[in-house]
């Protein structure tokens, strides 16, 4: 069973910085696969935030987040982060790591078969 684990969520204000993590705890070979942030703001579908391959060396971002969003990862600790700085009011949702069956990068969600449990980010004004 694979189980991956979101934290670093929280409440804060416009403009400050906040840092995810996602621990794949089980089921699935951390390394061997590439992994995505998604967010689903209040009355809105899912939508896709940033991946990262296996290697980590590639990355993309949705248009929203680019310049202000970092993806990363540390094989060794089976975890990916979303480093978000400059945060905007928009930017309230709740966060989603996912791990995708490949190795490459994808910004599609429906290729994503594996996904947390989601933490909750709320920026306020």
């Known amino acids: 069973q694979v189980q991956l684990v979101e934290s670093g969520g929280g409440l804060v204000q416009a403009g400050d910085s906040l840092r995810l993590s996602c621990v794949l705890a089980?089921?699935?070979?951390?390394?061997?696969?590439?992994m995505g942030w998604f967010r689903q703001a209040p009355g809105k579908e899912r939508e896709f935030a940033a991946a990262?391959?296996?290697?980590?060396?590639?990355?993309s971002y949705a248009d929203s987040v680019k310049g202000r969003f970092t993806i990363s990862r540390d094989n060794a600790k089976n975890t990916v982060y979303l480093q978000m700085n400059s945060l905007k009011l928009e930017d309230t949702a709740v966060y989603y790591c996912?791990?995708?069956?490949?190795?490459?990068?994808?910004?599609?969600?429906?290729?994503?078969?594996?996904w947390g449990q989601g933490t909750q980010v709320t920026v306020s004004s």
């Open positions: 996912a791990t995708h069956p490949s190795r490459y990068i994808s910004t599609r969600l429906p290729e994503y078969d594996h």
């Open positions: 089980s089921g699935r070979t951390f390394s061997r696969h590439a």
């Open positions: 990262i391959s296996w290697t980590g060396f590639d990355t």
